[in-house]
């Protein structure tokens, strides 16, 4: 989402404006008028429109995505009040629905989009979505439901998790703040988000917080720039915290600054899980990720997070029942919860433990080791105990069954 915003602020940059006082935008709270219009959505309907929606990620089915996305709607519903009916907002309309499509399917497309569950709402029903993208981070979908002209369910609008509000919302906030801002300064704040969107995707975090940090003052108390913000101090953070220096305090005030600004944002959850675990605060992050499960109705993809809590406070046992569950729930995730327990029994030289990993890895997905590891040196204790011996048989007796097998008749 963030390579998106920074394509839709230089697209609205080229729109013809007077400059003007820039205004805090409140877009409108009420949800599209198109979820009132036909019968409720059906719980039924709602879990067939996320599974179609999902496929069509996953296929690159550019036509079915469009039309399963009501974008035409977000963009109405966002649009400032002081625009609607104007041949600037016309433009600006076009410009948005000319490229929002492909770059939201594309952005969806790079990481791991799913259908996760179903939940009734006073105007019919929702369904959540799950993304992780190609960083390894995590975000959430919430789509209302409305009906198109024909009466087939669509998504009218998006909650976006990592964004803290409605994607119809992120439109309305750029489009009212940007023909609000002068050129010079509108141009100037696309040009730095957008690089730096760049610099946290070459994992220079550092680089992009420096960037935000030097976007005119008023523009920093804008919700999609605050997030980014968010994520750039992250990075810096785990940066310093892998490198065993102290993680500082621009994490801390970038969370903050963000709570005290958006108190009751469906998404902090989703912040302070990350946020208490970076500073080792257990209980908490525990906390905040039994209430993201709640809020998104259930994601067996989080045992992955409280394996990883598990690890933190010494419970080997714990964590390999979450990382069991997490296999269960979704077996194409084994490569991830069994890499947890690897590292930390290598951590604590476990070595038959490791041994009992490194074999169930190979046997359950895709992942091959060296026999011996590159001489990796997280491995050396590992390789120095009897333990390895086992390994070496296992892999020996591997590599002879696999030729047999390749044996013409």
């Known amino acids: 989402m963030i390579t998106f915003g920074c394509a839709l602020l230089l697209a609205l940059c080229a729109c013809k404006k007077e400059p003007k006082t820039l205004e805090q935008i409140e877009p409108p709270s009420a949800p599209p008028k198109a979820v009132t219009q036909g019968p409720k959505i059906t719980l039924t309907e709602a879990e067939a429109l996320g599974r179609a929606l999902e496929q069509a990620v996953q296929h690159n089915n550019a036509a079915e995505f469009a039309k399963l996305l009501d974008l035409a709607a977000m963009v109405e519903h966002g649009m400032p009040e002081n625009m609607r009916g104007t041949a600037q907002a016309k433009e600006v309309t076009r410009g948005i629905l000319s490229t929002l499509s492909g770059n939201l399917l594309n952005n969806l497309r790079a990481g791991d989009y799913r259908f996760l569950s179903v939940e009734e709402t006073p105007e019919g029903a929702t369904a959540h979505m799950r993304l992780i993208p190609p960083d390894g981070s995590l975000n959430y979908h919430r789509l209302t439901i409305g009906r198109n002209a024909g009466q087939q369910p669509v998504a009218v609008d998006v909650y976006v998790y990592v964004t803290g509000e409605p994607l119809s919302h992120t439109l309305g906030r750029m489009v009212g703040q940007l023909s609000g801002g002068s050129e010079a300064d509108s141009l100037a704040v696309a040009q730095g988000m957008q690089r730096a969107s760049a610099a946290l995707q070459a994992g220079k975090p550092a680089t992009a917080e420096a960037i935000l940090s030097a976007l005119p003052p008023r523009w920093q108390k804008q919700k999609s720039i605050m997030q980014m913000r968010i994520v750039a101090a992250n990075g810096v953070a785990s940066q310093k915290m892998q490198a065993g220096k102290p993680i500082g305090n621009a994490y801390r005030q970038a969370v903050e600054a963000f709570q005290t ?144 097998n390749h044996q013409a008749p």
């Open 261 to 404: 600004t958006f108190p009751k944002a469906d998404n902090l959850p989703l912040l302070l899980m990350d946020y208490h675990f970076l500073k080792q605060d257990y209980p908490k992050t525990a906390k905040a990720v039994d209430q993201l499960d709640q809020q998104v109705g259930g994601d067996p993809y989080l045992n992955l997070i409280r394996a990883n809590i598990a690890i933190g406070q010494n419970d080997a046992k714990a964590a390999r029942g979450f990382v069991e569950t997490l296999i269960r729930a979704l077996p194409d995730k084994a490569t991830e919860g069994y890499g947890i327990l690897l590292d930390q029994a290598i951590e604590i030289q476990n070595h038959v433990e490791t041994t009992r990993i490194l074999k169930t890895l190979e046997a359950e997905t895709p992942v091959r080791f060296p026999i011996d590891f590159n001489k990796a040196e997280p491995f050396a204790a590992y390789m120095a105990s009897p333990e390895y011996e086992k390994w070496k048989a296992y892999k020996n007796g591997a590599n002879s069954r696999n030729k047999g």
